[in-house]
């Protein structure tokens, strides 16, 4: 059974950082397109970032950053500066991707419930 749990969420001032979690079971984020969604009050989702199989990593924001540990099977996402229209519900997604010396058991898309992420003063 795949399991996607985020943490790491709270209560912050705007100019704070958090460093959200993404930990994975019964998939491998070594071997998969992970990426992390917010969803906003008006209940919008939008990507944030994410990390491809080959390691690429990308985000929206530049005081976003993502990482992948393999030996934790975690996905983080490194938040600086935080303004209170980050204030959102913040998951994530993950989808393994076959490739050289490894055969994904599955290809569906799973999705964590997400973490709330509060930036008031």
């Known amino acids: 059974q795949v399991q996607l749990v985020e943490s790491g969420g709270g209560l912050v001032q705007p100019g704070e950082s958090l460093t959200l979690s993404c930990a994975a079971s019964g998939i491998s984020v070594t071997y998969s397109n992970v990426d992390w969604y917010r969803r906003t009050l008006t209940h919008e989702r939008q990507w944030v970032a994410g990390?491809?199989?080959?390691g690429e990593r990308n985000s929206v924001k530049g005081r976003f950053t993502v990482s992948r540990s393999s030996a934790e099977n975690t996905v983080y996402l490194s938040m600086n500066n935080l303004l209170p229209e980050d204030t959102a519900v913040y998951f994530c997604?993950?989808?393994?991707?076959?490739?050289?010396?490894?055969?994904?058991?599955?290809?569906?898309?799973?999705w964590g419930r997400g973490t709330q992420v509060t930036v008031s003063s």
């Open positions: 990390v491809s199989r080959d």
């Open positions: 997604s993950a989808k393994c991707v076959n490739g050289p010396g490894y055969a994904c058991l599955s290809n569906n898309v799973y």
